[in-house]
């Protein structure tokens, strides 16, 4: 690892505590049986309760340096999420219309499902940028999981950010990290048919139910979209 290495390690351990809407429980790490109120004790089998206790010392200290790491990495990717979104604004606003070509060039919307390319015009990458915001400040605010198909996809763009990072500068991060941040973040994913079998899908269309102007619904009565987010496609 070399100094810019070390540089984006300690500034990305320095914003972990910025990550005030998930505990680092909920990026998985096991605190130790001492720190755990009686309450939170009940909820472990004693036999879990003593392979966590046995965790050698240096052992736990890499985990929590791992998940804070990971904390850090979450907090600064929502940013550049963000940024990059204002960017693809930018570029859209230079097209005549959105090309498939087109947006296999932008930075977030070419994560999004590619079948549907040439609909990621002005209008809706401003309504996706609402949602973005919306999402990424629940990582602040304490974590509410996607109420829209449109927050889900936020929620995979910005794991793929952060994994653009960790591959970046080699981030020595928890194994399977990515699975266990979506298992947290994400309640039975709804986003995922849009991109089974793209090709085909691409051929023979999408459900209509699975379709642009439906990402911005609420999944159900519980479920809040932003106002701008929720108006008119049109």
């Not at 930075?107 to 040439?118: C, D, I, K, M, R």
């Not at 941040?181 to 899908?201: G, I, K």
Request: glycine share 6%.
């Amino acid at each position: 690892m070399d100094a810019d290495d070390d540089d984006i390690t300690d500034e990305l351990l320095a914003d972990a505590g910025k990550l005030t809407g998930l505990g680092l429980e909920l990026l998985g790490l096991d605190p130790h049986p001492d720190d755990m109120t009686p309450e939170q004790r009940l909820q472990f089998d004693p036999e879990d309760l003593e392979e966590m206790a046995a965790v050698p010392p240096e052992e736990r200290q890499k985990a929590a340096r791992q998940t804070r790491l990971l904390a850090g990495l979450l907090w600064n990717s929502s940013s550049v999420l963000i940024d990059q979104l204002f960017r693809d604004l930018k570029t859209l606003d230079t097209l005549d219309a959105p090309t498939p070509t087109a947006i296999a060039g932008t930075s977030v919307l070419s994560s999004l499902p590619p079948q549907f390319a040439s609909e990621y015009d002005s209008r809706f990458t401003q309504k996706f940028l609402v949602v973005a915001a919306d999402v990424t400040a629940s990582l602040v605010r304490g974590w509410i999981a996607p109420g829209c198909l449109a927050a889900e996809l936020v929620v995979g763009c910005l794991l793929d950010q952060a994994e653009i990072t960790e591959e970046i500068y080699g981030l020595d991060l928890p194994e399977d990290w990515r699975a266990q941040v979506e298992e947290v973040l994400v309640e039975d994913a709804e986003s995922a048919p849009l991109y089974a079998d793209s090709t085909v899908a691409a051929a023979h269309g999408a459900p209509a139910e699975l379709g642009v102007r439906h990402w911005f619904e609420p999944f159900g009565a519980g479920d809040a979209v932003p106002p701008y987010a929720g108006s008119s496609m049109s």
